[in-house]
């Protein structure tokens, strides 16, 4: 019998949110908005396997034992890798933003539909 | 708790995807944001929480002041018939291998990383981090002494997607010269 | 938005009380990376939020006149270099001599400000050049972009 995760489930509804978006939409900041939408799910996805049941944040107080820390906190690896993956995505949305600013400036529109000419 | 934010999350993402006003979708963009910010928080990761508000902050800023006031800010909708089609067939298909994927993850709240047959470098950075580099705050530990060339090249990144933009929108010849005859 | 002027007398005051109280937090931020949930790149993106705000705030002939505008490309290439450099260091030091050796200079323990090794440096570099480049993307995509349209 197929048994469904609520959680999972939930974070992968939010990815085909977005995925649905690239796919239909025409206009390019639509399109750049459901990309972020995606990025977003993908780190929450990652933050999910990481995590553990009534799990604290992976940073030690003084006074803490540390077999207390290593059973208790959640996993600390893919909390450094989606830090490194949120600010890649900045980057990536702002390179997006950059082109969008420069079709509209060529052909007056957002919408990618109406862009024909593409000789030099 | 978790999966009440994420209802909310879904809600104000299905806003944004379908509202015609262009400056109230980039609005509940900010509002996938901020939700997934306090979703982190409830998942004990501080560190990537306060990064996120601060991402959002910065991409609202950007959206609004170089798109929203140099458009119209209501956009016509057309609906092709063959697109949704098409979408539906991806998203369709696309549902059936996750599907066969999610019963594969583990349950929820039982951390892959710290299974019982399965190589745990997670565990080695928890128990090493106080005595092998001194800092109490691991994520940073993992970011700046175990992983360092990962951070050296995700700086590299930022840095060339910056002169990206700037070769993108610098002028050309062509459009100085058209804007002098003008 | 067709003046440069900035907003208006209110925004701008409070803008100048603030200003202090972010600059400090967003050093504060950074230093203290290694003991408690921030770093660099949180620490670096505070410190470009101050002055997005002073852009913002005081409209862009304003800022201008305040900041030596093109500066930024300097400070992202002072960070990415400091960075480099320390991770080289550690590289052919060897990671372990060169933690021995700066906690030895600092004669630091745990759960103090100054121990932790190289990191204290690294998160100062780090939040450097995250903070140039942040600036940097406001910059080239909002100010760049308005003068081609009001031209």
């Known amino acids: ?120 | 708790m978790i999966e009440l934010f994420l209802i909310l999350n879904i809600i104000a993402a299905i806003i944004a995807l379908e509202s015609k006003n262009l400056l109230s979708s980039i609005i509940s963009l900010g509002g996938v944001g901020f939700g997934l910010a306090i979703i982190m928080l409830f998942l004990g990761a501080p560190d990537v929480a306060i990064v996120q508000i601060l991402v959002e902050v910065v991409l609202l800023i950007i959206l609004i002041r170089s798109t929203i006031d140099r458009d119209h800010t209501r956009i016509k909708c057309h609906k092709e018939f063959f697109s949704l089609v098409t979408g539906g067939a991806f998203l369709g298909v696309m549902l059936i291998f996750v599907i066969l994927a999610l019963q594969d993850l583990p349950q929820f709240g039982t951390a892959m990383a710290f299974g019982p047959d399965r190589i745990i470098p997670s565990l080695e950075y928890l128990s090493g981090s106080l005595s092998e580099t001194g800092a109490p705050n691991v994520v940073t530990s993992v970011l700046l002494d175990y992983r360092g060339y990962d951070t050296l090249g995700e700086a590299t990144v930022l840095f060339a997607a910056i002169i990206g933009a700037l070769a993108i929108l610098r002028k050309t010849k062509a459009e100085k010269k058209s804007k002098d005859e003008k | 938005m067709k003046n440069n002027k900035g907003m208006t007398e209110i925004v701008k005051t409070i803008t100048s009380l603030v200003e202090p109280a972010i600059l400090l937090y967003g050093i504060h931020i950074t230093l203290y990376g290694h003991l408690t949930p921030g770093g660099g790149f949180a620490g670096g993106m505070i410190l470009a939020f101050l002055f997005i705000l002073l852009f913002i705030a005081y409209g862009k002939d304003e800022a201008f006149k305040k900041l030596k505008f093109p500066q930024e490309h300097i400070f992202d290439s002072i960070g990415i270099i400091g960075l480099l450099f320390l991770l080289s260091m550690i590289f052919f030091a060897g990671g372990h001599y060169a933690l021995e050796l700066i906690n030895k200079v600092y004669s630091g323990r745990a759960y103090h400000l100054f121990s932790a090794g190289p990191m204290m440096l690294e998160n100062i570099a780090i939040a450097v050049k995250v903070g140039a480049s942040v600036f940097m993307v406001f910059a080239v995509l909002s100010v760049f972009g308005k003068e081609k349209k009001n031209d």
Do not use: H
């Not at chain 1, 399109?31 to 929450?44: A, G, P, R, T, Y």
């Open chain 1, 1 to 120: 019998m197929i048994s469904l995760p609520v959680t999972y489930s939930l974070c992968l509804v939010l990815f085909f949110i977005g995925l649905y978006g690239i796919v239909t939409k025409k206009n390019a900041v639509k399109i750049i908005i459901s990309i972020i939408i995606m990025e977003n799910s993908v780190n929450l996805f990652l933050l999910l396997v990481g995590y553990r049941k009534d799990g604290i944040a992976p940073i030690m107080t003084e006074g803490m034992s540390v077999e207390k820390f290593v059973s208790g906190a959640v996993d600390p690896l893919t909390q450094a890798m989606v830090l490194t993956s949120i600010v890649i995505g900045l980057s990536v949305v702002a390179l997006m933003v950059a082109i969008a600013i420069r079709i509209y400036e060529r052909f007056n529109t957002f919408d990618v539909s109406e862009i024909k000419d593409l000789k030099g």
